[in-house]
């Protein structure tokens, strides 16, 4: 018996995989973790940490603890990731092909396609195991890897057909292909297993807004807001995961800084997609203000707030307010956040509000604070290796872009990008469709100011033709055609703006 218990009973996880424990708190604490991380719940760190000191035999609960602390405290993460090799003599299969997986992001230097392989080996044995799954689908997202992550979620998905969670993380990689119907079956799927499943809500709201059905997103979305409240935050365990899986991977992305903390979505994402929608409708301009000052930058007065998350979804919503030509109320607001913006503690947290950062600073006059994170942007990306260079030096191209585009450079914004810029060509910034594609509509407003009225005529045109529904869409083509003297054409594109401002009228 005294063997036995210094072995550790072996137990099964909620979803059946075997590991050893002599600890009942450690195995509840291990079932916490994994519903945290799946259900965006309160205590995720806290759980497994809770675990870990329960059992410290445990191979799999100090495995994960590794991860955890890895970006607050590496020096932690590397006693509970030997605490787990010490430990694997009497691992079960699964613990150890875990620890695999785990050890090629904390312990060996952050491989990212070493994970992704040993991710894939686990998924093949143990199919069931959707913490591994979220796992690797987020590396994939870093990596700009859409398919791949579809791919993971398709092989597992004959074992899990009933699971909770599953849909959703089926969801995301469809609509990123551009997999709309597919994507709302499997997010309505996903809904009708769990109500409250907050990542097929989201997924289901970016095929809405994709779809310019904004009136559904809204009511939809809005009606889903009480069950946000019962989170930490919307998306605090993806996006978390997100800057955990970066922060290890620091040979392939050290723009990351190992002094930045968790970054998480919370609540405010939900309602930036709120707000974007209200915005496309082209709904009274106060519905969005509301939304920007009640439920987005409301969070910062929250005491466990991370504010780098706030200023992400606030300046994402401003720069779409300025393009539509409302310049003083996004100024307005841009104002009581420059001395924040200008704190480098909230820089090289994550590239895509690095480039909404560029902007609002430059766009506000404080131009030596945003040459110098643009010269640190740089810098960071010549550190990086070869491969990883050539990739982000596209990234460092449209910062550029930012950065002039605030300035009120409109022609060499143009210069800078060339005449087949397509921002969804620039998904290694880290970011959705629906996030990316504010700079297409900076760069439609280059187009014009430039002089470019026939390439303005063409882009918006194709962009039109995928998103039909869209009246600003319409008014720029409406301005582009004006501006070439098609006056006829002009009036029938204005026309059509207005008839769909109508149709969406709140």
Known sequence: MAAAAAEGEVRRDMWGQEYRTSSAECAAALDAYYAAFLS????????????????PSCALAAAHAAQAVAPRDPARAAAFLAAAADNLGNATKYERAVFGTLSAMVGEGGNEEVALERHFELLKKFPRDLLSLKRAQLICFYSGKPDLSLKFVEQVLPENQDQNYI??????????????????????KGLAINKNDVWSQHNLCHVFQQE???????????SCSPSWMACTSFLYVVFNTMCVLLMLFKKSCSWFSEKNIFFSYRLTHNWWHVAVCYLEAESPLQKVLDVYDKNIMKELEKSDCEAAEVYLNA?????????????????ERLTTLLDALKDESVWHVEWLLDLLTLWALSSMGELNSARNMLESLKSRVSSMEENRQQVMQKAVQLAEAVYEFGNGEHKKVFDTLGPDFDALCYKMIGASDEQVDVFNEVWFIVLINAGETSKAIDVLGKQIRKREGAPFLWRLLGKAYSLDGRDADASVAYEKANALQAAYSY
């Open 315 to 331: 300046l994402g919503l401003l720069l779409r307010l300025f393009v539509r030509g409302h310049v003083d109320l996004a100024k």
């Open 40 to 55: 965006f719940g309160r205590g995720r760190v806290a759980a497994v940490l809770r675990a870990a000191a329960a059992d």
């Open 167 to 188: 849909y959703g993380m089926l969801a995301f990689p469809l609509l990123e292909l551009g997999k709309m119907a597919e994507a709302e079956r499997a997010a309505r």
């Open 212 to 222: 310019c059905r904004f009136r559904e997103a809204t009511e939809f979305m809005e």
